[in-house]
């Protein structure tokens, strides 16, 4: 008998819109190809707003929040290789001492959902962080993979079509994925919490205005 996986792991069944819907010119409306909003002059036009925070849905909580981070790093290694597992527990110590700003979690030994025995995970919470950090791992990395993946109102999306990898991929065993029961995320922009909660086989939202307090 054939195990029924309780999820569509085809990235086939997503669409994507244009890269430039959405966009909004500083420059006004004169010239409407992207070449006409080149500068010769060297000037730099106003910076995009993902130096700032990260693009929705993606989520923007911080390591205070009970909202999710904006990116997850997972980094893994072979527990049956010495020199891989004593990379990774340097590694991990190192990460630790550089950057005590991010969130980072224990060691694992044992399979934790669909990712295998040898992993620890990094939470980041801005693109500073994402910047500084991931550029840092791709020089720190070693023999190590390491798998980058958002967190947004679709967590199948983000572990089987928006993610990206460092060194060879390391296979999940998607077979043991199973969504949160509940999560929130942050758009700090519009100060707007987006509850998401599963019900059966169905993945609800809810977005809750943040009613800010004055004194």
Not at 55 to 65: A, E, W, Y
Not at 181 to 210: C, F, H, M, Q, Y
């Amino acid at each position: 008998m054939n195990n029924v996986l309780p999820y569509n792991l085809d990235s086939g069944q997503y669409s994507y819109d244009s890269p430039l819907k959405g966009w909004k010119s500083s420059l006004g409306t004169k010239g409407s190809n992207l070449e006409d909003k080149v500068r010769d002059d060297g000037d730099a036009r106003p910076l995009s707003e993902a130096y700032d925070r990260f693009t929705l849905p993606i989520s923007n909580g911080g390591r205070g929040d009970t909202q999710l981070p904006g990116f997850d790093v997972h980094i893994y290694f072979d527990t049956t290789n010495d020199f891989q597992s004593n990379f990774a527990a340097q590694l991990w110590k190192r990460i630790d001492l550089e950057f005590p700003e991010i969130r980072l979690y224990p060691i694992q030994y044992k399979p934790s959902g669909p990712h295998r025995a040898g992993m620890f995970e990094v939470a980041l919470f801005t693109p500073t962080q994402f910047g500084a950090f991931v550029s840092w791992l791709v020089i720190n990395r070693g023999p190590l993979s390491a798998l980058i993946h958002p967190n947004t109102d679709d967590e199948l999306r983000d572990h089987i079509q928006r993610f990206a990898w460092l060194g060879p991929e390391v296979p999940l065993n998607m077979d043991l994925f199973r969504l949160r029961p509940e999560a929130e995320l942050l758009d700090s922009k519009n100060n707007i919490i987006t509850k998401v909660w599963v019900e059966g086989t169905t993945v609800k939202t809810k977005r809750v205005k943040v009613v800010e307090c004055t004194n």
